[in-house]
């Protein structure tokens, strides 16, 4: 039996299943090493991918790489850009698709090749070019041409040359303040054709420019010479919101009977601190705040307000106001504030009880010695649409005590009114 099994173990397996033990010594040890092997495989294996994908990485990183060589440059947008508005062919265009890609330069600017010129000194940025406080003696040349508020404000410029805005279609905003200006071309501002702000205050003209932008809708014009308002000096600014012509040597009729005729959708006019003795005459209907503060104006007419019942504010202090004439309040329905403060008056208007609207009435420094319980209500209660916020009575002869507590019952306040002791002069 023992020499059979040596033999058996000997012999090749012929279809005889062996039990594991039966083995031989070095067959069951190559069994248990098995496994080790098959794990070394595997890891040579994950090596080996990994690798297989790092190149397949680089490969596509070197086809992106040639692809952006063939692509457009790629074009930064100029500093000036920033805030402007789309141009036709600003934008990036999308080339066919059977063309080749071509590179392409970017376009040259016109107004030089390294983008928009800016005058010497002077500061240009998101359209506004910056010219103020430089002591220029002229308009300087080469502005933008996009350019949208120019500021030549605290100058020297004595003169407005015909070409000095010339190609500045685009400028709205136009500040010329405290220069020494006395000559404006009849076409220096014939290109403005979107003007919409003009400032020439503090200057030395002595009329309106002539042919004003049609677009122009504000005009400030105030402390220079100009001793007449001519018919003629508005025609044709029609768009005109804004008017300020304070602070110049107008004479007593220093205002043409129609020289507002033109002036449909002004809202706002200031003349004061001239010499003007009477409310200018054809007031525009369109109204909102009328400021004639410190002239010479004596007398307010009911004629003087008649049509303007848009008008919402009146300034008429620091003059030589006596008299209102009955009737002057009714002209204007929605009057909300009334300044007649610093004149010569003695009493109180008439005409308050009755206005529906008037909140606020400035009657302080004037000569008024008496007040009457109805000077400013009507009778009884509650049959005021608007309630007063405000009515200044200071500096007025009248004593306080001798003003009745009914006289204030349509005040919403009584804080709202102020009294005070008077002092002669």
């Not at 930064?76 to 402007?84: A, I, K, L, P």
């Not at 390294?114 to 359209?127: A, E, N, T």
């Amino acid at each position: 039996m023992r020499g059979r099994s040596a033999l058996r173990a000997h012999l090749p397996d012929l279809g005889y299943r062996r039990p594991h033990n039966d083995l031989p010594s070095a067959c069951r040890a190559a069994h248990r090493l098995q496994p080790s092997l098959d794990l070394r495989i595997f890891v040579y294996a994950l090596l080996y991918v990994q690798a297989f994908i790092s190149n397949m990485k680089s490969a596509c990183l070197s086809l992106l790489l040639v692809s952006v060589c063939w692509a457009l440059p790629f074009r930064q947008s100029g500093f000036m850009d920033f805030m402007m508005e789309d141009e036709p062919g600003s934008g990036d265009e999308k080339l066919p698709a059977t063309r080749k890609p071509v590179i392409q330069t970017p376009p040259m600017s016109p107004d030089g090749p390294d983008g928009p010129f800016c005058p010497f000194r002077c500061q240009c940025h998101l359209r506004v070019a910056q010219c103020s406080d430089l002591g220029l003696k002229n308009v300087p040349e080469k502005i933008p041409l996009d350019t949208t508020l120019l500021d030549l404000q605290n100058n020297k410029i004595s003169e407005i040359r015909e070409n000095d805005f010339k190609g500045l279609k685009s400028l709205q905003t136009l500040i010329m303040v405290n220069n020494k200006i006395t000559i404006i071309h009849a076409k220096a501002f014939s290109s403005l054709i979107n003007l919409e702000r003009l400032y020439l205050s503090k200057n030395l003209l002595k009329d309106v420019p002539a042919n004003i932008p049609k677009s122009l809708q504000e005009l400030r014009i105030h402390e220079n010479q100009i001793n007449k308002i001519k018919k003629t000096s508005f025609s044709g600014m029609a768009n005109v919101i804004v008017m300020e012509l304070g602070s110049n040597p107008l004479s007593s009729s220093g205002v043409d009977n129609g020289a507002f005729a033109d002036l449909k959708r002004v809202s706002y006019i200031r003349i004061a601190d001239t010499n003007i003795t009477a409310i200018p005459k054809g007031l525009p209907s369109s109204l909102f705040e009328l400021h004639l503060d410190g002239n010479k104006i004596t007398k307010v007419t009911a004629e003087s307000l008649k049509g303007l019942k848009n008008l919402s504010k009146l300034g008429l202090s620091h003059n030589e106001i006596s008299v209102v004439e009955n009737g002057s309040l009714a002209n204007v329905p929605h009057l909300r504030e009334l300044h007649l403060e610093n004149n010569v008056l003695t009493t109180i208007p008439s005409g308050l009880p009755e206005h529906k609207y008037i909140q606020v009435i400035y009657l302080h420094a004037n000569k008024i010695a008496t007040v009457g319980t109805e000077d400013f209500c009507p009778p009884g209660y509650n049959t005021k649409k608007a309630m007063y916020s405000g009515i200044s009575l200071f500096s007025n002869p009248v004593s306080y005590w001798e003003i009745q507590p009914i006289t204030f019952r349509c005040v919403f306040d009584r804080s709202a009114i102020q009294l005070g002791n008077y002092r002669k002069k």
